[in-house]
């Protein structure tokens, strides 16, 4: 597997990929900006009379149960048949689950309706997809005691897809790979949104790239390069934000390789030996 971040961003840029967004009614400016800003072109079609025809014109699709409803994910249903049908990736977050039933229930229902290429929340909502008994506080993560590097693998095999689990250290895996992306701030986490944009900024890598774990990897690591960046300059989480856009569209590849920090499976597996 090579992995370059930089020559992936670079992909994006250059093709200016069209992502369509079903997706947290909270966070919706923040991903259409997110996306924009790194060269991309979101559109946020959450109509079911167009959401079939909007997918087949996209090179990704990003569903996000933030804010779902039932008419909402009958939306998704109906978008993510035709992301399929199309041969583009999908990318779901599991926003929230492990909160309520419900959530629980509709993601099950994506997951078996629509062939996901890609699985991202934090660690408790993965957990719980993974089949964990774990609850979620709303939308902010949980402890845990299960091995995530497992939890990952095994919701990999399962549903075939790469699995992203985000939190202080992300990983991404598939069903025989896995990597740590070290990268981010702790400032991230003060801001709302910043997990949705995450997710909105792996649909536009992964709509360049076909290895989801490097479209995966690569589109953290920029994303995350940029917020440690920004952090560098903000006063505090308003100014952060405001900042993060400027980090990610003044980003360079010089920069990228010389900040990412990532870690095989091989180091992780030792590490894990350790404990």
């Known amino acids: ?25 909270v966070t919706i400016y923040d991903c259409a900006n997110i996306v924009k800003v790194f060269g991309a072109s979101p559109v946020m ?30 939306a998704m249903l109906l978008a993510g048949i035709s992301a399929n049908e199309k041969k583009i990736p999908v990318v779901l977050d599991v926003c929230g689950a492990g909160a309520t039933r419900f959530r629980d229930d509709k993601c099950q229902e994506i997951l078996d309706a629509v062939e ?23 939308v902010d993560a949980a402890d845990i005691e299960a091995n995530l590097l497992g939890v990952a693998h095994s919701l990999a095999r399962e549903r075939g897809c790469t699995v992203v689990i985000t939190g202080k250290d992300d990983i991404v895996a598939d069903m025989k790979r896995a990597i740590w992306v070290h990268n981010g701030h702790p400032m991230m986490a003060n801001v709302v949104g910043t997990g949705c944009m995450a997710t909105s900024v792996i649909g536009a890598f992964a709509a360049v790239e076909t290895d989801h774990v490097v ?20 006063a505090g989480p308003g100014s952060f934000k ?13 920069t990228i390789r010389r900040m990412q920090k990532i870690e095989l499976e091989e180091k992780i597996a030792l590490h894990n030996m350790a404990d």
């Open 1 to 25: 597997m090579i992995l370059d971040a930089a020559e992936v961003l670079e992909r994006v840029r250059r093709d200016k990929p069209l992502v369509h967004h079903l997706t947290n009614f």
């Open 215 to 234: 479209a995966s990897v690569s589109g953290l690591i920029c994303y995350e390069v940029a917020a440690e960046i920004a952090a560098l300059v903000a």
């Open 45 to 74: 079609a959450h109509a079911r009379e167009e959401v079939a025809d909007m997918a087949k014109i996209a090179s990704s699709l990003v569903l996000n149960i933030g804010t779902l409803t039932t008419e909402f994910v009958e």
């Open 116 to 138: 996901v290429s890609i699985i991202k929340g934090n660690s408790s909502e993965v957990a719980r997809i993974a089949g964990e008994d774990v609850l979620t506080r709303g």
């Open 242 to 254: 405001e900042n993060l856009y400027d980090a990610v569209y003044n980003l360079d590849s010089e």
